[in-house]
């Protein structure tokens, strides 16, 4: 036990040359924090709220890997710039036409255009099938030899296809004929093909491509085409999201726009239950570079076949649709947040700790320890554009963890852009019980004639941008101090104070509250 008689060190609380310390009112800056707690010096230090920390550094690194994407994939679109083909039907002519009794038997001979208008990407097309339909029923089909386009590469198609006493509806052969007495016949002819994009060494995954070139008409008295070359609409509706340097041309073809034409909406025709007759009686079949048409297996009607391909396609495109929406969504979020962390900049406030006037820093029998002091805090914003409201913020002295003095409560102040504040609270704490180890330490380090104290501030805070203020923010800030009683010393006497001369940089930690 130790000796209650022995001498105390540090500075005196009792009056010296009839002047006392001043007492701990309340100033012009700061005013004491009351404590329903009997025991106000054993509360917790300031929670460190580390793990919204970590969201926010998880979204900020999920933000900038997303906007990365997106400028990769730009300029992978700007790069490439890919195009759907440009179809055209040059000529149609019908020969040896007869329509009676439910029996047909005619001959088309069709010449396509086909050209590519990219740049940097060459087209390979395979399984190539072209259709010949009255209005949406279908009549005939036939296969066209796989072929490759060249950049720019412009390649003329021909196609023969024949009907030979087939079985056709009575109303689409009384419609036919209907036509025919007037001296004119429309036929619309279509066509599917699996094609591949390539660039230099690279192949994208193979997708459907589907033509529609629609009323054709075919004068009776010559059997040809009237009206010139005719341009086709093409669409690519399955799979459209299968490459991603493809994404933002499949949108166009999503939103029901030609990728010819850019304006033109796609006709019912154009979609999968019209396709009666064997461009709808397609499955595909999986293979190692992506997905490739095969012909079904004869013996279902082929309206059943198209109306179970439509309902299937609608399901595929839901997840996809709802993939590209969410994708687009995250892409332009990105965009956004990386725009306003690029204008606005944010950076967390600059404190200093100025300087420390010690009144009182006595430790006595048998380990309370007093401590009275006053500091000068400053602050800095040194954000351009954004405002910081203080909205609450304690201040207190720690020796070893463990708090020495009662918190003093800060006024609210408000900080503009590149604003500074001064702050210059009394910290107190008389006959505080200090922990039996941390006795012993604070003993050896006052002998030797050097003390480590810790100036802590922990609050909340909000960020103001215009108009915008946003939620509270923890911040806690820490600045250590060397108090030395022995030697040679930086502090100035100041009647019965001593005054330490700092200008300590003190940590900021800010971080989102729960």
Partial sequence: MQDSSR?????????????????????????????????????????????????????????ILLFIFGIILLIFWLVLRPHLPDFSIQSLSLSNFNASNQRVTATWN??????????????TYADVVSSVFHKDYFLTETRIVPFSQGTGDVRTLDASFSLADSFVEGKVVDAMNGERTRGEVKFNVG???????????????????????????????????TGGPKRCLVANLVNPVIDIVFLLSSLRLKLGLSANTGQLPLPDSLALT????????KTYRQDDDGYALSSAAAGVPPETMADDCGRHDDKQQLPKRVAVAIFGFLIVFAIVVFLVWAILH???????????????????????????????????????????????????????????????????????????????????GNAVP????????????????????????????????GTWISGRYQININCPVYISFTGPTKAIQVGVAMKYQLVQSCSVDI????
């Fill in 191 to 225: 066509m599917v093909a699996d094609v591949a994009f390539r660039y230099s060494g690279w192949r994208g995954r193979r997708r459907v491509l589907r033509v529609w070139c629609g009323d054709v008409t075919l004068a009776v008295s010559s059997g040809r085409m």
């Fill in 346 to 428: 944010p950076t967390k406030p600059h404190f200093i700790l100025q300087d420390v006037t010690i009144y009182a820093f006595n430790l006595t029998a048998p380990n309370y320890l007093t401590s009275n002091m006053q500091i000068t805090l400053v602050s800095r914003n040194p954000n351009e554009r954004i405002g910081i409201y203080y909205h609450k913020l304690d201040v207190l002295a720690s020796y070893r963890n463990q708090q020495i003095t009662l918190p003093t409560l800060i006024p609210r102040t408000y900080q503009g852009h590149q604003d500074v504040t001064v702050w210059s609270p009394l910290l107190y």
């Fill in 511 to 514: 971080s989102l509250l729960n």
């Fill in 274 to 281: 019209p396709y009666h007759g064997s461009l709808v009686r």
């Fill in 434 to 465: 200090v922990a039996p180890f941390l006795e012993v330490g604070l003993n050896q380090d006052m002998n030797a004639g050097m003390v480590l104290l810790n100036v802590k501030a922990f609050g909340q805070l909000k960020w103001k941008v």
């Fill in 110 to 123: 069709a010449q396509f255009q086909v050209s590519n208008p990219n740049k940097k990407l060459s087209i």
């Fill in 7 to 63: 001498p105390v060190t540090g500075y005196p609380v009792h009056n010296v040359n009839g002047c006392a310390p001043p007492p701990p009112a309340t100033s012009a800056t700061a005013c004491p924090y009351v404590h329903p707690n009997p025991y106000p010096y054993y509360q917790p230090p300031p929670p460190q709220n580390q793990r919204p920390t970590f969201f926010r550094l998880f979204f900020i690194a999920m933000a």
